[in-house]
């Protein structure tokens, strides 16, 4: 078994979650705050990929990606970037393909909290920054870890959108899930068992640790 | 002196209705407010501290604007450092008692002062979910009083406490608000929760 395919499932899971750690959380601290219409449709629009057939997010994808559209024709020229075939292009579908995993359960969470915590920090002169950090976060860790776990896992188990975007290119694209797709495909279903069987331990270890870790949590673990 | 003049529309269960409030509260004093239940008391302490803005109105504290919305002056609720004791107590699940006053001070010996007054020394090390309600209630009016505020707004402040407590938590209450020079306006239901330290009341209906 090549265990390349594997490591780049990993790389590929831990890039999308670290970057959308980033961007999503102050993303669902936006959202949870009472606000327009407007700020309906974008949570409308970033809840999509939750509901939407992979392969059709992919083939969008795709078709944005490409050198011949204008996004990749600019991504192009300018960066010299092509996100087609390539590992990048694979992080940026995976990022918008995972965003409502780390999004929905932050949000939920920081709307749940009680107005009142963030309107005492502020009242005793704290930063809408200040108290986002040292109040607001500290209070929402379950759903935090959830949100990290479900975007790491779900990015791990990604099989459409990165076929369509990536391909199976040998030690780039392809990842563990296409690995498993190409070995029986190939009738070699010994090696797409001991692919599945690493996945399977992976994906275990982590809920297990998710379980541990919000096991005092009034929320189910994966809530 | 703090003068306050605000006029607000506010929904309330009975559809909507208009919270209009005149009043000029002298320093240090305790003034209890009342009044019918979603007439918007609550409201009124939070157009106050800067977290709800009026419609209409001028707020001055020791000479200093908070609120003139026709002069387009609204300080935000972090210039304004109003004392917030919330009806909820809004207690922050991961800090323990003393990281609470720590929080809101860094004056070291203000807060074991405000320990030993609230009672609370033994429990410093609690989170809120360890104490009892009229610890957390207590914990809440501390946190309030630890950055010396020339305004105090106490939202149902003593309902969790039994009589015995109440009435020695405000023997002490008014010693640090004398001392700070602290102006209080405390929202109440029953006339017996603010006896012995409310000095003039405002009703509001």
């Known amino acids: 078994m090549e265990w390349t395919p594997i490591w780049l499932s990993l790389k590929l899971a831990a890039i999308t979650t670290l970057i959308l750690l980033v961007t999503g959380i102050p993303m669902a601290y936006w959202l949870s705050r009472r606000g327009s219409l407007l700020k309906v449709i974008i949570e409308a629009i970033l809840t999509m990929p939750l509901v939407l057939p992979p392969s059709v997010l992919g083939f969008y994808l795709l078709l944005s990606f490409s050198p011949n559209s204008i996004l990749g024709k600019w991504l192009l020229e300018y960066f010299n970037i092509s996100l087609v075939f390539s590992f990048e292009g694979l992080v940026v579908a995976s990022v918008i393909y995972s965003l409502p995993f780390m999004v929905s359960p932050v949000k939920s969470a920081l709307a749940h909290l009680p107005a009142s915590l963030a309107e005492a920090s502020y009242t005793m002169g704290k930063s809408k920054f200040e108290t986002f950090c040292r109040v607001l976060l500290p209070n929402i860790k379950s759903s935090l870890w959830t949100a990290v776990v479900l975007t790491f896992a779900h990015t791990l188990g990604e099989f459409g959108v990165v076929l369509m975007i990536g391909g199976k290119l040998e030690g780039v694209t392809k990842v563990a899930s296409i690995a498993i797709y190409d070995a029986v495909d190939n009738n070699q279903y010994h090696e797409a068992n001991l692919y599945s069987l690493v996945l399977f331990a992976i994906t275990f270890v982590i809920v297990i640790l998710v379980f541990i870790f919000n096991r005092n949590s009034l929320k189910g673990p994966l809530e | 002196m703090i003068e306050i003049a605000i006029d607000k529309k506010i929904k309330t269960y009975m559809g909507y209705n208009r919270l209009r409030v005149e009043d000029v509260f002298p320093v240090s004093s305790v003034t209890k407010v009342y009044g019918p239940s979603g007439i918007g ?50 207690l922050f699940p991961n800090m323990t008692a003393l990281e609470h006053l720590r929080y809101a001070t860094q004056d070291h010996q203000l807060v074991s002062r405000l320990l030993r007054a609230g009672k609370m020394e033994t429990f410093a090390g609690h989170r809120p979910h360890q104490l009892s309600g009229g610890q957390q209630q207590r914990l809440a ?31 002490d209450l008014k010693i640090l608000l004398k001392e700070f020079g602290t102006t209080t306006i405390i929202v109440s239901h029953h006339a017996q929760e603010t006896l012995g330290f409310a000095d003039r009341s405002l009703k509001i209906d």
């Open chain 2, 41 to 90: 008391k609550t409201t009124f302490l939070k157009i106050i501290a800067g977290l709800i803005t009026p419609d209409r109105g001028i707020i001055k504290v020791a000479g200093q604007t908070w609120l003139d919305t026709q002069k387009k002056i609204n300080l935000p609720p972090q210039e304004r450092k109003a004392g917030f004791v919330f009806q909820d107590y809004a």
């Open chain 2, 141 to 171: 009016i501390l946190r309030a009083l630890a950055q010396r505020p020339k305004l105090l707004l106490m939202d149902e402040a003593f309902s969790a406490m039994d009589d015995e407590l109440r009435e020695t938590l405000i023997t």
